[in-house]
């Protein structure tokens, strides 16, 4: 709340922010990295289905690894630093506007 004239102003665009950032943080994997530590949703369900999900244009297996430039650690459709790997990897989708980029991810949130 703020006080504007002596009179008690509700300030409510903190979501419109957050949103906003959060779009804006998973365009990239650096802004995902951010996105992962920030923004992340707790509830998150399912599994990892790199078989079956694709790019929202089309590239087929391992979509989240292909989003933005094809990340050079995918050899065919498998990690070759699973066990390494980034947070933002491990996490992704890190929130239900992540699930928006790819196509039959295995994980939603209820």
Do not use: Q
Not at 49 to 65: L, R, V
């Amino acid at each position: 709340m703020k006080k504007k004239n002596n009179k008690v102003v509700e300030h409510n665009s903190a979501k419109p922010v957050a949103a906003t950032l959060r779009k804006l943080f998973s365009k990239n994997k650096v802004g995902r990295l951010i996105n992962s530590y920030v923004f992340k949703e707790p509830g998150r369900k399912g599994e990892c289905t790199p078989d079956k999900c694709e790019t929202i244009d089309g590239k087929k297996g391992a979509a989240c690894c292909k989003l933005g430039y094809t990340c050079p650690a995918l050899c065919e459709s498998s990690c070759r630093v699973y066990d390494f790997r980034p947070r933002n990897c491990r996490v992704f989708p890190a929130n239900s506007e992540d699930v928006k980029l790819v196509k039959n991810c295995g994980y939603w949130w209820e």
